[in-house]
């Protein structure tokens, strides 16, 4: 069985006190969930420091939003793979939708941040998923499809729970309309199957889960599904009470 994974992805949000304020409503809430599922914190690299002196003896981990493929050198404003884990990272997010379409990040980007961050010994979850455009074609599978055969291509993956894929149908994120289970399920069921492709077996042992408009109401119906094996959550993910509600949710299983 695969074990849930609830992961809040903070975005551009949260000065280094109420960082620190948020992560320690989380841990007091959620520590006692953090043997059964994978809770996954991911501020800004600003506040990495502060929420890392608050995840300290908790089993909550911490994530960065984003990492360069160079481990040093002449590339002013970016952050290598060892310096994400000398931070006291052990999760990194590569490929969110945000990076891809705001910030021109491409799928050749992508994959080296993939394959960069695993041989540093951090652990990715790599977002995929469709734009409105492409969904209204019917070129949902299409377009996930080429994102997880060019992020995954010629990565060297030996433990299974070091790789997550979220998928995070664009029209879904920050919207408060997210996918139904039925339609995430039919995406994340495909989304296995192209990646056992790649992958092989690994691929069933591989965590999938779902991103877009995640709350406390949707939450549970989202899990019942076979292939959603957790959440990256944005929004609900600012506030104490919706992180941990969404986790005790995701822990009753
Ligand atoms: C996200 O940022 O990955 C996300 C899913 O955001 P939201 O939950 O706000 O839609």
Redesign the pocket.
């Known amino acids: 069985m695969r074990k849930r994974l609830i992961a809040g992805?903070w975005?551009m949000n949260m000065l280094r006190g109420e960082a620190g304020e948020l992560a320690r409503g989380v841990v007091e809430r959620t520590g006692g969930l953090a043997e059964k599922i994978d809770i996954i914190l991911a501020p800004p690299f600003t506040a990495l420091d502060a929420v890392g002196d608050e995840l300290r003896g908790s089993r909550v981990m911490l994530a960065a939003q984003n990492v360069f493929w160079e481990e040093r050198g002449a590339f002013t404003g970016e952050i290598s793979p060892g310096m994400l884990a000398d931070a006291g990272c052990s999760w990194v997010i590569i490929g969110?939708s945000?990076r891809r379409h705001i910030l021109r990040e491409t799928d050749e980007m992508v994959r080296m941040k993939i394959g960069a961050s695993l041989k540093a010994g951090l652990r990715v979850i790599v977002?995929v998923g469709e734009t409105l455009g492409e969904r209204a074609e019917g070129h949902t599978i299409k377009a996930v499809d080429a994102q997880v055969v060019k992020a995954l291509t010629g990565i060297d993956i030996d433990d299974p729970g070091d790789l997550v894929i979220?998928y995070?149908p664009i029209w879904?994120?920050?919207?408060g309309h997210h996918a139904t289970p039925a339609e995430a399920e039919f995406v994340q069921s495909a989304i296995r199957e192209i990646a056992g492709n790649i992958l092989g077996d690994l691929a069933a042992r591989i965590r999938i889960v779902y991103?877009?408009?995640?709350n406390e109401e949707n939450i549970r119906d989202l899990l019942a599904e076979p292939d959603i094996d957790g959440a990256?959550?944005?929004?609900?993910?600012l506030k104490a009470e919706s992180m941990a509600s969404i986790v005790e949710t995701a822990g009753e299983q």
């Open positions: 992805n975005k969110h945000e977002c979220a995070e879904a994120i920050g919207t991103g877009g408009s995640v990256l959550v944005g929004g609900a993910s």
